[in-house]
């Protein structure tokens, strides 16, 4: 079984500030993992996903992710926030099975961008 | 492109009551999902189905039921509403993409019992 904390329920930033979102899992097996974003009423979109390779993975909208294996970690950050990144952003991870119905998410963060 | 629909947008039901979200997609996916968004809890799969014909309870199913009934449509079901079934239901829908499966959500669903 996988967990995921997500240490920061909320985050206020202003706007062209860099931010961070922190993750960290808990797995007793190889896993992916992945952040999604959700809109004001809108359902989650996938932002990105590190599965193997570079431990550095980019996402849609100027967002990246690194995972760190030694620390179990895949903070989510921007060099450079906009009003429109303001948003709920989950992490989450699954096994190696890669099926959906294995996701584990995390409590989400909610980022807002003040100007 | 409609990708996951889901109907109602809101709904308020008294204790005891019943009520069915219906969700529908058109992408041809083979496996669809309830979800449950609860504050400071995420996301939790209440049923999932993998393909037509085929249902399994996720971490969270007591008091709901489920029917696949043909590929586009997953509807989740309500019997008697309870206060602790308030809460954001999202359904989604999953295609392969190389290693894993990516999830296509709906636009939720906001419950109240009351």
């Known amino acids: ?115 | 492109n409609a990708g996951v629909t889901q109907t109602p947008k809101f709904q308020v039901l008294k204790t005891g009551q019943s009520m069915t979200l219906q969700c529908a997609q058109d992408m041809n996916h083979n496996s669809m999902y309830w979800y449950r968004q609860d504050p400071g809890m995420g996301l939790r799969l209440i049923y999932y189905s993998a393909s037509e014909g085929t249902t399994d309870k996720g971490e969270v199913p007591n008091g709901y039921n489920v029917s696949r009934l043909n590929k586009r449509e997953f509807s989740l079901r309500l019997e008697s509403a309870a206060p602790s079934q308030t809460s954001v239901y999202f359904c989604a829908s999953s295609a392969p993409t190389g290693t894993n499966e990516k999830l296509f959500f709906g636009s939720g669903t906001q419950l109240s019992v009351l």
């Open chain 1, 1 to 115: 079984a996988q967990s995921v904390t997500q240490l920061d329920s909320q985050v206020p930033v202003f706007e062209e500030a860099p931010v961070e979102l922190r993750c960290n899992y808990s797995s007793s097996v190889s896993v992916y993992l992945f952040w999604y974003v959700q809109y004001p009423n809108q359902g989650l979109q996938l932002l990105l996903k590190y599965l193997s390779g570079s431990t550095l993975v980019k996402g849609i909208n100027g967002f990246e992710a690194e995972f760190n294996k030694s620390q179990t970690s895949f903070p989510l950050r921007k060099p450079s926030v906009h009003i429109s990144d303001t948003a709920e952003y989950f992490c989450a991870v699954s096994d190696l099975t890669g099926s959906a119905r294995q996701l584990t998410f995390g409590s989400g963060t909610q980022l807002t961008v003040l100007p």
